[in-house]
């Protein structure tokens, strides 16, 4: 069986995962969660497995998830930190069914198939933060907004990665008939006029997801959650000001440590004083229920 090497861990991804804003007693729960995730997506975008593979080692990983067979440490981890918490795998097996679908789709037809799309490769995991911290599932919408917001930046600043490395396209097709791109653009060395027009469109698009999510940290009744959330919008909202004004086939998108920690501190210091005059969402149901 040919061995998948990890590709990154959980300190290397474009947003927070499991910072230490998060409470002690959620992060090995989270973290176990994101290296489940993170094997299944490796497998996914393997440059040398087939798509029969793949999705035979996703089953794998499912079965392993479930008590089914062994699967290797990643399965088994999850599984027991699932059962401690009293948790479903629901969330784990949606992002499962996200993977299979990147072994055998390479295209999108419009934005409403790579919404479809995030509704499994990105809303179950905000989904599953929420779930662990004890989260009302009305912060749900707002989660999904957010999550799938981070998913179409990610697609935007690897577009020319995915597409020479995996002939994988998210821009969906309607938006480049609509733009003139043709899919060779996507390996030049600079993005052409009629591509950086695309981007900059669904970059607008997904600006409003963000508009969408921006009450979500407000929701939250944990305080650290609700930190880390604040930070992980206001990264987003920073990316996609420069997918509207960079050019992701030659221009680092992602920022630095440094910009990082600048932006988490601006999100915080904004966050905090609101956060002092917020009503717990839980006093407010008592309140709804007299």
């Known amino acids: 069986m040919t061995d998948i090497t990890p590709t990154k861990t959980h300190r290397d991804e474009n947003f927070p995962v499991a910072s230490l804003m998060i409470a002690p007693r959620h992060r090995a729960t989270i973290l176990a969660f994101y290296r489940f995730v993170r094997a299944a997506d490796d497998v996914a975008d393997s440059a040398v497995l087939s798509a029969t593979e793949k999705v035979a080692r996703l089953d794998r990983l499912e079965a ?21 918490r009293n948790l479903s795998p629901r969330h784990a097996q949606d992002l499962l069914t ?16 790579l919404i479809g799309y995030c509704t499994y490769s990105a809303m179950p995991v905000g989904r599953f933060v929420l779930d662990v911290h004890g989260e009302d599932r009305r912060t749900w919408p707002a989660s999904d907004a957010l999550c799938a917001a981070l998913q179409i930046i990610n697609h935007l600043q690897d577009c020319g990665k995915d597409y020479r490395s995996l002939d994988r396209v998210y821009i969906p097709l309607d938006a480049m008939e609509r733009h003139g791109v043709k899919l060779e653009d996507l390996g030049a060395e600079r993005a052409s006029p009629t591509l950086t027009n695309c981007i900059r469109d669904l970059a607008r698009r997904t600006r409003d997801l963000l508009h969408d999510a921006a009450p979500f940290s407000m929701s939250i009744d944990d305080l650290r959650l609700a930190l880390e959330v604040a930070v992980i919008h206001k990264l987003a909202v920073s990316l996609v000001g420069r997918l509207m004004r960079r050019d992701p086939l030659r221009e680092r998108v992602h920022h630095n440590g440094a910009e990082v920690a600048g932006l988490a501190a601006a999100a915080v210091v904004a966050a905090l004083p609101r956060r002092a005059a917020r009503r717990p969402a839980g006093a407010e149901r008592k309140v709804q229920d007299v």
């Open 64 to 84: 392993g998830l479930l008590g089914q067979e062994d699967a290797g440490p990643e399965a088994s981890t999850l599984r027991n930190a699932l059962a401690a």
């Open 98 to 113: 996200a993977f299979r679908t990147d072994a055998t789709k390479l295209r999108y037809r419009d934005w409403n198939d």
